[in-house]
């Protein structure tokens, strides 16, 4: 067997290369064999980047020509931006997108999108100077359809996915596969570019969720009750976009959400009649196409919530989670790094009543948490309950300063989750408020780290909200143990124990965003315009109704966005 001294005997260079081989992991093992490897592995900018990108969740964009050192230096920098939060400049520009009045929006992929009433896509691509992403504006007005109910959309793969909903006259949907850049016809489709699918339910009042993961759409009609108290049923389609093929068809009036879980599954949020709450997970790969209740799916399996209390009443069950499975950024891309396809947070939502009043339960579910479980689709039981799986999640109990978090949610982004927190003052007075805005980061590498270099953490067992709503949190507070929360919602205490990092930034009253949107390089603020003027020396002036936002970078420049109605 060769021994440690004959391979420290080869040349510097040829262990370089040798290491190089290896995993970030094995890397870290190498480095305690000895002081010589060591000082080897430190001072190799290669084998630095290696190790760094994996602490701070990120992999290598093998298309950018960078040297090893340039590229280590500008991710050492992402990262401390992030960590400090350290913002710079804010440049304004307008801002179309209003849901509460009809207008659409997208952010996905670093680019801000927005349909005009005149039926205009406007892009913008947000800039990032430390991963050398150049501020981009440009219109496009594709040639149909005409009234867009919504969109989905894949800088990546400019791709830009427009629906048109039902009427009466006519119960399809159309679906049409179009580029970012110019609003043709996407040259990478195998069909006409439309494609066709009827609704069952359509004279009920639906609202859509379109997402798009690789060469997959998925879409989710929920119906609204009619004035009768009838209500059709939800319906979850998933499309080939290439080929137009229908993947999957799924049915119910249970299902309330849903996200990509990996590029073969979808995870969908559950509330059963029996006030059962529950996630299921569908290989749509796998399961036929033909259209059955969600109940009936074979290639599937399903996570369940807590018992909830009797008196408990739910209004909420969303799950969110950016990027995509799989998603990088496109080949010309000038990025030297980008988040880790392995570094995802799933965030479920939950607005409730339980006897002492409403709660905003939010649940971070690292992705491999879910994939850990794919063993049971193929077992026997194929439901898992709650003392199972969810205790290595993290449930938290929050304070939203508003429920626009509800309207603007790309509130999570690989492994950060953001969301703005009420601290009343003394006697709960509104117009006192300062707000904070928090962000939860749930790397367990870059935790560990932290934790390593001597970052404050908490030392006993967590009660609800004692970790979160202080204003002026360390920046580097690490939670390492366990959130109860007692039984009111749910029917007996929850004990959650994910670790995650909590940074921190307190707002005036005045400048308080009412929600908050998450990026790869950015934290984007919304601040919702209401039809009067609030402010004491301008109270009550007629003032034009919109949104308007902030978006703050952690690496070059930052921007606000100022709307009209």
């Known amino acids: ?59 290598d964009n093998g298309h950018n020509t960078l040297p090893p050192s340039e590229k280590l230096a500008a991710l050492k920098k992402h990262q401390m931006a992030w960590n400090n939060l350290n913002w710079t400049n804010e440049t304004e520009y307008p801002t179309a997108a209003n849901p509460t009045t009809g207008n659409l929006w997208e952010l996905f992929g670093n680019v801000f999108a927005q349909n005009t009433q005149e039926g205009k896509f406007v892009f913008r691509q947000l800039p990032s100077g430390l991963r050398n992403i150049p501020e981009k504006v440009w219109t496009v007005q594709p040639d149909e359809p005409s ?12 791709l830009l996915v427009l629906l048109k909903a039902p009427v009466r006259e006519n119960p399809n949907h159309y679906i049409y596969c179009k580029t970012m850049s110019n609003g043709t016809k996407h040259p990478r489709v195998l069909h006409s570019g439309v494609i066709v699918q009827s609704q069952v339910n359509n004279l009920y009042e639906v609202s859509y969720s379109i997402q798009i993961s690789g060469d997959f759409v998925g879409l989710l009609c929920l119906c609204a009750p009619d004035f009768h108290g009838g209500q059709g049923l939800n319906e979850f389609y998933v499309f080939n976009w290439k080929s137009g093929a229908l993947q999957l068809n799924l049915t119910g009036l249970e299902m309330k959400s849903f996200s990509f879980m990996s590029e073969c599954h979808a995870i969908l949020t559950i509330l059963e009649t029996d006030r059962q709450l529950s996630l299921l997970v569908i290989d749509f790969l796998r399961e036929s196409a033909d259209r059955k209740a969600h109940a009936d799916a074979e290639q599937c399996y399903t996570l369940c919530f807590p018992a909830l209390n009797a008196h408990a009443v739910f ?72 003392d199972e799986w969810g205790q290595e999640t993290r449930l938290l109990d929050l304070c939203p300063i508003s429920t626009d978090f509800l ?121 919702v315009r209401s039809s009067f003027n609030s402010s004491k020396d301008q109270a009550n002036t007629p003032h034009s109704s919109g949104i308007a936002m902030t978006q703050t970078q952690s690496s070059a420049s930052s921007l606000s966005d100022a709307a009209n109605g």
């Open 407 to 527: 309207i603007w949610q790309c509130y999570v982004f690989g492994s950060k989750f953001v969301i703005m927190e009420a601290n009343f003052d003394e006697d709960m007075d509104f117009e006192l408020n300062r707000s904070t805005l928090l962000i939860f980061d749930f790397n367990q590498y870059a935790l560990k780290r932290a934790l390593s270099q001597s970052a404050s953490s908490t030392s006993d067992t967590e009660e609800p909200n004692t970790a979160v709503s202080v204003p002026g949190i360390d920046p580097s507070l690490c939670i390492t143990t366990a959130t109860k929360l007692p039984a009111d919602v749910f029917d007996a205490e929850v004990i959650t124990t994910l670790p995650y990092r909590l940074s921190a930034l307190v707002f005036e009253p005045s400048k308080a965003p009412d929600a908050v949107m998450c990026s790869e390089d950015s934290l984007i603020t919304v601040h």
């Open 147 to 158: 009234g867009v109910r919504d969109f989905g959309m894949d800088p990546a793969q400019d």
């Open 315 to 386: 209004f909420r069950f969303e799950i969110r989670s950016d990027p995509s499975p799989g998603w990088r950024p496109r080949q010309d891309a000038g990025v030297p790094f980008h988040t880790s396809t392995e570094n995802r947070l799933f965030v479920v939502s939950l607005v409730g009543i339980g006897r002492w009043g409403r709660h905003f339960f939010f649940i971070a579910v690292p992705q491999k948490i879910l994939l850990a479980h794919r063993g049971a689709m193929d077992a026997e039981r194929r439901k898992l309950e709650w």
């Open 1 to 59: 067997m060769t021994s440690i001294f004959q391979f420290l005997d080869l040349p510097p260079e040829l262990i370089i290369v040798i290491l190089d081989q290896l995993d970030f992991r094995l890397l870290l093992i190498c480095r305690r064999v000895c002081k010589f490897i060591r000082e080897l592995v430190d001072e190799t900018a290669n084998l630095v980047y290696k190790i760094e990108l994996a602490a701070s969740g990120n992999e």
